[in-house]
């Protein structure tokens, strides 16, 4: 949905300049910084080709016995509200830099994946710490000392302010609010990433945005939107189990504290 898509790519960028005001600071990367976080034990993410813009979304077909938008949509509430994990990628290419945000966890371990442009970090959350890695135009943008190639900072997971709203929980709850301000009452078949769906469809039209719902589990499976902001969601690995790292001690500095002079403890 072109609404949520737009709010998507505020918060990826948010997250670059909130970090000036955050008192951490970061790395330098290293090859591997854009890579994604630790993928789940069983699903394995989308392929490449799953991410563009024509997607593994089936032709859809009109089905007179299918359930209301309404009611697809309250059941896909329910379900995400009962999450305990999984992972999502998302791409934005209608703006002046693509960005790309890669989630995988549980609700309180997670990692992400930002890119925005040339920009990219990793976040690392365990609870209420937050391990940070990000290039040098990461920390260019955040204002904010380099300490070095492979080292991330620790911060008190509340500082990372913006970062949070890329959850899991957060972006589901995000994109099934606009799309029930936005789909049209009636439901069409579909397959999505090989799984049978139901289509849900803005009222302007499928460029306008597309909802993918499993039937089966009412798993949100892929959200599209065709518009002048052209953006991706895919989602799958539901309640697998996800591993974050934890980044070793001899890589970890300290951010200072908040309204501190710029500095990193060991």
């Keep these: 949905m072109k609404v949520a898509a737009r709010a998507g790519v505020v918060v990826a960028v948010g997250v670059l300049l909130a970090l000036a005001g955050c008192g951490p ?17 069983r699903t394995q993410p989308p392929s490449a080709s799953a991410t563009g813009a ?15 938008s309404k009611a697809v949509l309250a059941k896909a509430e329910a379900r995400a509200k009962a999450l305990r994990s999984g992972a999502y990628e998302a791409r934005f290419t209608g703006g002046k830099e693509p960005v790309r945000i890669s989630f995988r966890g549980s609700r309180t371990d997670y990692g992400i994946l930002l890119v925005v442009g040339a920009t990219e970090a990793v976040f690392y959350i365990h609870g209420a710490t937050a391990y940070i890695r990000g290039n040098a135009q990461f920390w260019a943008q955040a204002r904010t ?6 080292v991330f900072i620790e911060v008190p997971t509340n500082r990372i302010g913006p970062a949070t709203d890329l959850t899991l929980e957060r972006t589901l709850r995000q994109l099934i609010t606009t799309a029930s ?6 439901v069409t078949n ?5 799984i049978s769906s139901w289509s849900l469809t803005d009222r302007r039209g499928a460029r306008a945005g597309t909802v993918y719902i499993s039937k089966d589990t009412f798993d949100v499976i892929r959200v599209s939107d065709r518009d002048r902001d052209v953006a991706t969601f895919e989602f799958y690995g539901w309640n697998d189990t996800f591993a974050v790292p934890t980044p070793p001690r001899s890589k970890i500095l300290k951010g200072p504290p908040r309204g501190g002079v710029s500095g990193y403890t060991a």
């Design 25 to 41: 600071s970061p790395t330098t990367p290293s090859s591997d910084a854009t890579r994604a976080v630790a993928r789940g034990t």
């Design 54 to 68: 024509t997607a593994s979304s089936g032709s859809a077909t009109l089905d007179p016995s299918a359930p209301s």
């Design 181 to 186: 301000a936005r789909v049209v009452p009636e």
């Design 145 to 150: 000392p380099d300490p070095g190639k492979d």
């Design 190 to 194: 579909a397959e999505s990433q090989g």
